[in-house]
């Protein structure tokens, strides 16, 4: 089969098309595109080793993508297979999942030959062919189970229309054409089926290290659950670790996902529980069912994490996260993100995380500590706001005292937001200078949060500041969002994973509480409405009586910006190192 051969390559700036020229390539690329479903070849699929990563696109498992990673080209390579081709469909990538605005290699067939291009929709959601080919179709093979469709995609290819492929959440679009369609323009991508599905493509190029011969592996499961018909289900289980369960280091740890269920398991996650109560009781159900009991909720300390499209996460050689032993609970809970947006009826599921771990302990205890915002309603978003930033801070005052005179190396990262969270950024910053970034997510989604390894971070040594941002989008809310636990409350929070464990667990901030007060005092002033100020009227129910208008959100962003802060550099015993308020960086 031809391959597609487009300017992925070519530097920037990108050259300038004249109509006829782009004319000239599109009659040109008809006469080359792909006749799949008349010539389309036989064989045996592609070995799966040759693309490591993969997830269903759809949740009937229609359609299946995989994928892998060229640094040294920095290319992506896609193997998409297409379990029931009808007459074509589209795959591409927008800014949150959108069909309009959106970058797309398409499949149309007009009932006797099928074509394949790279296209773009406008903001409208009409396809325009694209003048700069960037999807380079490889080829294409038939086989039992359907047909595979190979092609290529540069990270950066210096077209406005294109998506740039970076580190973070990709969010992944699909339509499948139902019906034959004379031209591209013709495809209404509203009449189409068609969906979404979040992925990381990009993979941070790490060595897997040698596991030990004494390695054993336990299953945290959730048994036998009957996935419930509704679209979005976090559903909670809790496990124990046996009595007596001396301390062992997690070295790896992989998905277990139910045969057939792969396109409905969309994320877990295992926490251990705080070691400060004796016990804690079994539950098995809806993780916002009133039934859960309340204590559940002090489990938060991260042991692993999964997000559909991701492989084992395997821990540097030379540490390992405990687990078991005095001082560490025997308790875990099981969190698993059901998504059934085809409302299937009595799935069943016994899906979870399976643990690796070794008596024989490494050098160094891995620890994770906790970046950001504190859980507090101090730090609120108005109502109405496209981009609101907050930002959280790790102060050098607070690294100074806690971290080793040798420092720490942060392996991996996840970052975490509730559902307004957009975007989400943790850089290092030293002697006033930003010097690395930790972790960044541009296309954020708080409905897809993975663990992920920060490949190639060097050390951060004492004076070093942390500080992580993160953007909002409130457009859909007509009161302020404050911060705190619940789902529609916010947080601010990166979750990091190093060596050597130190007794820092939390180095977080918020807005000093008593210039906040100023602010309710100053919007009192010069508003017609009262903001009641009173010491027993909360601070979210002030939030709440705001008029938001430009003045009031321009006050509170320039507070935000400049006010001095609360640091809680807190250690594993909740006792504070000590450090209180500080200037902003």
């Not at 541009?442 to 941002?469: C, M, N, R």
Request: net charge negative; with cysteine.
């Amino acid at each position: 089969l031809p391959s597609m051969q487009t300017s992925g390559s070519k530097p920037c700036p990108c050259p300038s098309f004249k109509l006829r020229e782009v004319a000239s390539m599109y009659f040109t690329m008809i006469a080359v595109f792909l006749v799949i479903l008349v010539v389309a070849l036989q064989g045996s699929a592609p070995r799966g080793s040759d693309f490591p990563y993969k997830v269903p696109l759809d949740p009937q498992g229609l359609l299946e993508l995989s994928w892998n990673v060229s640094y040294p080209e920095q290319a992506v390579h896609f193997q998409l297979l297409i379990r029931d081709l009808q007459f074509g469909l589209l795959f591409g990538m927008s800014d949150r999942g959108e069909f309009e605005n959106a970058d797309l290699a398409v499949l149309w067939s007009d009932g006797h030959n099928s074509y394949f291009g790279d296209a773009w929709s406008d903001a409208e959601g009409q396809l325009h062919m694209d003048s700069q080919q960037d999807y380079q179709l490889l080829g294409a093979r038939r086989a039992p189970e359907g047909l595979y469709l190979l092609f290529r995609r540069a990270f950066s290819t210096c077209d406005p229309k294109d998506y740039l492929i970076e580190d973070g959440t990709v969010h992944l679009i699909y339509g499948i054409l139902e019906k034959p369609v004379h031209s591209l323009q013709a495809i209404n991508i509203s009449a189409i089926h068609r969906g979404l599905q979040r992925v990381q493509l990009l993979k941070p190029n790490i060595t897997i290290p040698e596991l030990p011969s004494d390695m054993k592996t336990m299953e945290i499961v959730a048994p036998d659950v009957v996935i419930p018909s509704q679209e979005t289900t976090y559903w909670c289980y809790m496990a124990e670790l046996p009595d007596g369960f001396p301390k062992h280091h997690i070295i790896m740890y992989e998905p277990v996902i139910t045969a057939g269920n792969e396109a409905l398991v969309h994320h877990m996650e295992v926490f251990q529980c705080a070691a400060e109560f004796d016990s804690f009781p079994h539950y098995n159900g809806p993780c916002d069912s009133k039934m859960k009991p309340d204590r559940l909720n002090y489990c938060r300390h991260v042991l692993a994490a999964w997000a559909m499209g991701a492989q084992a996460f395997y821990y540097p050689e030379e540490a390992g996260l405990a687990f078991g032993g005095p001082g560490s609970s025997r308790y875990l809970r099981l969190e698993i993100h059901y998504h059934n947006p085809l409302v299937f009826k009595g799935r069943h599921d016994s899906s979870g995380i399976r643990l690796y771990y070794t008596a024989t302990l490494r050098r160094y205890d891995a620890g994770i500590m906790e970046l950001g915002l504190v859980y507090t309603p101090v730090m609120a978003i108005p109502p109405g706001e496209d981009a609101f930033i907050l930002t959280g801070y790790c102060t050098d005052k607070c690294t100074q005292l806690a971290l080793p005179a040798a420092g720490i190396r942060i392996f991996a990262s996840q970052l975490h937001t509730h559902l307004a969270g957009r975007k989400v950024v943790t850089v290092l910053s030293r002697d006033g200078r930003e010097r690395q970034v930790v972790n960044a997510d541009g296309h954020y989604s708080p409905h897809f949060q993975v663990q992920g390894s920060a490949g190639g971070l060097s050390w951060a040594s004492p004076g070093d500041e942390l500080i992580t941002t993160c953007t909002y989008n409130t457009e859909d809310r007509s009161r302020a969002t404050v911060g705190g636990f619940g789902i529609l409350e916010e947080m601010c929070v990166n979750y990091v994973h190093y060596y050597p464990q130190t007794q820092l667990e939390l180095c977080k901030s918020a807005v000093d509480p008593g210039y906040l007060h100023r602010y309710f005092n100053l919007v009192n002033r010069f508003n017609d409405e009262e903001v009641c100020t009173c010491p027993q009227v909360s601070i979210p129910q002030q939030f709440f009586s705001v008029p938001w208008n430009t003045f009031n959100r321009d006050v509170l962003k320039s507070l935000y910006g400049f006010a001095p802060i609360s640091m809680h550099c807190n250690k594993s015993s909740a006792v504070r190192f000590p450090v209180r308020i500080a200037s902003q960086p």
